[in-house]
């Protein structure tokens, strides 16, 4: 019988709790690790390996070093998976791109900020490519266990391409639009299970990203009825997806 | 049998007996407006108690149709370590659905017949078969956004077992099936009076003149009017404001398609193969192996369901495909009302 496959993780830019999520399977890793091995997991072991068959990447890039890192971990990996909002579409992050470049190093670094070069930030799939996204901040566990079963039965895991309103739907939920309160879950990828935030009351702040040809004039001209303006509409979108150019043009 | 009137106050007792022996699901309140305690929402869901039937409900945001139909529903179990040994799951359990508003029994009888036809599902005909239906009359619109009376839904001729007319302090019962004569033998009913039956006349009277046609043709020429309005660029004109969301197919009561998922369990020993409601406005609801779609533009999806709402379910199943009921007007975030679009495009021939 063949060696298992051997998967890694890796973290660029971010706060490393898709990694967490991704413990949080807790027993439900058993049946992959009987059939992976993990050679590469910093939140979980030591150890590396010169090849890897999968790679989880989370964060995103905002280093030229980050760039490197990430040419360095593709070119040793065969499918490389794009890990949480940062990995994917460069996550929180990306609101350093709206401002003066050396003022966010400043707030950051004070009088060191020159040791720190960095760029605007990017997701992955800027530099590399990348296979499969998982999207989320963070990511949910469910999601990382499909695609593992994908990945181990090598077939293609489908994403899902519809907004957030239809789980929302399914759940019976009355629109939070309707109570007053602007949710972006009618442009916001959907896959978020269990389905959370729309259902305990809370907006969808579109941590998923956009789905794949959604109509943002629309929301900005629906929001604007509804009596945000156009700054406040702009800071509702680019909380996590101020990667888009949709989103960016509205700034 | 002839009508019958149960007394307000032995509503709950008859609920209670139904429970006995059945699930009965039925309308309750889901949440209040905190600013404005006036606005309640509504779900429907399996009573627990029968004091929580709410029968002055308005209109939730999913129907009955999920008894029936369920959102997320297991088609069939099979193995991948051994032989696939597929195991049909059809799931039923004797359920009364208790207070379908007349629009959501059109509805019903819609799904009855596009579920019964050509390949029969045996998922929701189990389900149906193992179903009774009490109808809850109404006495006035619960919405704006609602046109049953244009859409005939208003005075259902079938899918319904039972139907309850509320009249102050007493219920119109009647029963409209074997199914529901069964039923209602374990209600403190008594037969109608002469007063009774004048108190049924005037809410009839009352009810005819509390609803008004909102649409400037009868239903019988909206194919027509959908046909002519193929071309025209209302629809490109609305789907400006239309966000693809699909919560219009969702929430609607007759729409009736789905995708299918394979879920895996997680040591890979076998997997349920599930559907889940699907919506004709999504981008990738036409997209077919090799990636071609057939709807690609957001347009062409929204004339898509209008068209099947008014038109196309209609010739399919000779029942209507809208029942008027405004749940996708009120589901939409943008506004888009089917109502004011037949209303539209019957101006723009």
């Not at chain 1, 605007?120 to 999207?135: C, F, G, S």
Request: charge should be negative; charged fraction near 25%.
């Amino acid at each position: 019988m063949a060696d298992k496959p051997t998967l890694a993780f890796f973290s660029l830019a971010c706060c490393e709790g898709c990694q967490l999520q991704v413990l949080a399977a807790n027993e439900k890793l058993l049946p992959i690790l009987e059939r992976a091995d993990i050679v590469r997991f910093r939140e979980a072991s030591d150890g590396d390996a010169d090849h890897y068959n999968v790679t989880f990447l989370e964060g995103s890039i905002v280093t030229e070093h980050d760039i490197e890192r990430a040419k360095a971990i593709r070119a040793k990996t065969d499918v490389l998976v794009a890990l949480g909002a940062c990995a994917t579409i460069g996550g929180v992050n990306v609101i350093k791109n709206f401002q003066e470049s050396d003022d966010v190093a400043e707030y950051v670094y004070g009088d060191k900020k020159d040791w720190f070069p960095h760029i605007p930030t990017r997701p992955l799939k800027a530099e590399v490519q990348v296979d499969v996204e998982i999207h989320g901040c963070p990511i949910n566990t469910c999601e990382f266990l499909e695609v593992a079963k994908c990945l181990l039965m090598g077939k293609p895991y489908r994403q899902p391409n519809y907004p957030v309103c239809v789980p929302c739907k399914l759940a019976g939920n009355v629109c939070l639009w309707h109570k007053g309160v602007p949710c972006l879950g009618v442009v916001t990828r959907a896959g978020c299970e269990p389905f959370l935030c729309p259902s305990a009351g809370h907006k969808c702040i579109g941590c998923r990203g956009l789905v794949d040809n959604p109509n943002t004039e629309a929301a900005a001209d629906v929001m604007a009825e509804f009596g945000l303006t156009v700054e406040e509409v702009f800071r509702e979108f680019s909380l996590f997806q101020g990667i888009y150019d949709d989103v960016a043009k509205m700034k | 049998m002839l009508p019958q009137v149960l007394k307000r106050n032995d509503l709950a007792a008859w609920v209670e007996a139904l429970m006995a022996d059945r699930t009965v699901a039925g309308p309750v309140l889901k949440e209040t407006n905190v600013s404005d305690p006036s606005d309640e929402k509504f779900e429907w869901t399996v009573l627990e108690d029968a004091g929580d039937l709410r029968l002055d409900y308005n209109l939730t945001v999913l129907g009955p149709k999920s008894f029936l139909w369920p959102p997320r529903q297991q088609l069939v179990a099979y193995r991948l370590d051994d032989g696939p040994d597929p195991q049909p799951l059809i799931e039923h359990e004797p359920t009364v659905l208790l207070g379908v508003h007349p629009c959501d029994a059109t509805a019903i009888a819609t799904l009855d017949t596009a579920f019964g036809k050509d390949i029969p599902d045996p998922h929701y005909l189990a389900r149906r078969a193992d179903t009774a239906i009490v109808g809850l009359d109404c006495a006035a619109p619960c919405h704006e956004s609602s046109f049953c009376l244009d859409m005939g839904s208003l005075y259902p001729d079938s899918g319904f077992d039972v139907m309850l007319t509320p009249m102050g302090e007493v219920i119109f019962v009647e029963a409209a099936t074997d199914l529901g004569r069964a039923l209602v033998k374990s209600a403190a009913v008594r037969p109608a009076t002469k007063d009774d039956m004048e108190a049924r006349q005037k809410f009839a009277e009352e009810k005819r003149s509390n609803f008004h046609y909102k649409l400037p043709y009868e239903l019988k020429y909206l194919p027509e009017v959908l046909e002519q309005s193929y071309d025209s660029l209302v629809w490109e004109a609305i789907a400006r404001r239309c966000f693809s969301c699909g919560s219009c197919n969702t929430t609607c009561p007759t729409c009736y398609c789905w995708d299918v998922t394979d879920d895996i369990a997680d040591d890979l020993s076998g997997g349920v193969r599930t559907r889940r409601y699907d919506s004709c406005q999504l981008d990738t609801f036409a997209e077919v192996a090799g990636g071609e779609n057939f709807r690609e533009e957001r347009s062409s999806r929204l004339r898509h369901r209008m068209f099947r709402k008014g038109k196309y379910i209609l010739e399919q199943t000779g029942r209507v495909g809208c029942v008027g009921c405004g749940r996708c007007e009120r589901a939409c975030v943008a506004k888009i009302s089917i109502k004011d679009t037949y209303v539209q495009i019957a101006g723009t021939r």
